[in-house]
């Protein structure tokens, strides 16, 4: 499985781009890029996924490079809701490995 | 349509006895998959179920913890004699298909060890 590194935690202003980026340097062909959102004492939600390129909808964008040995999630305009911990996941449907999610990127948007 | 639901919401029992917690995915999805959280932590991948193979069960921590999932539908975690240790919140969810497809989670079962 592709093991991924993010930072730890990032601080934000409110209105601000935020941009996360994952390390992913053994990624697989057949690997995709998913990124979910956890705020305190939730269950993690999906927010988007990727294979290559740039993957856009409602709440965020994915870019990712040719070699697609990382991948950066652009939350645009952050609002102090924007608060949580994001994780970036790899991997691929087919095998029984699950993917994992590993410690996250913890976002503070301030006032 | 419903959720994931998970019971208990919170659990407290004393050190050395055993735990059952369950989980109700959302009615059709395949897999299910079975987290713990430690507070202030990532989640800990524990066991995977996908339709009928052979559950991937490789995040499991120890011979004490182990998981069922009956009629491809519910599944029970089951931890014997806890520990300190084990104290975190066991997050449970399922997705329509295997991995890439998105996961809905449940509340969580908030477990305390005494």
């Known amino acids: 499985l592709a093991k991924t590194t993010q930072p730890i935690s990032m601080d934000s202003y409110e209105g601000q781009e935020v941009n996360i980026t994952c390390s992913h340097n053994?990624?697989?062909?057949?690997?995709?890029i998913t990124w979910y959102q956890q705020f305190p004492s939730q269950g993690p939600r999906f927010i988007i996924q990727g294979y290559k390129t740039k993957v856009t909808n409602e709440v965020a964008s994915l870019f990712i490079p040719a070699d697609r040995k990382s991948s950066t999630l652009s939350l645009p305009r952050v609002s102090l809701s924007d608060t949580a911990v994001y994780y970036c996941l790899v991997g691929t449907d087919t095998g029984r490995r699950a993917l994992t999610f590993g410690s996250g990127t913890r976002l503070q948007v301030q006032p | 349509g419903a959720g994931v639901s998970q019971s208990p919401s919170n659990k407290v029992t004393e050190k050395g006895k055993d735990v059952e917690l369950r989980c109700d995915p959302i009615?059709?999805?395949?897999?299910l998959y079975w987290y713990r959280q430690s507070l202030g932590q990532g989640l800990e991948f524990l066991i995977y179920?996908?339709?009928?193979?052979?559950?991937?069960k490789s995040g499991l921590p120890s011979d004490r913890f182990s998981a069922e999932r009956t009629g491809g539908s519910v599944s029970t975690l089951t931890i014997q004699r806890t520990q300190q240790e084990d104290s975190a919140v066991y997050l449970c969810?399922?997705?329509?298909?295997?991995?890439?497809?998105?996961?809905?989670f449940g509340p969580g079962t908030r477990l305390t060890v005494l």
């Open positions: 969810a399922s997705s329509r298909g295997p991995n890439l497809d998105e996961q809905f």
């Open positions: 179920f996908q339709g009928n193979s052979a559950p991937d």
């Open positions: 009615s059709g999805h395949t897999a």
């Open positions: 053994n990624i697989a062909t057949n690997d995709y």
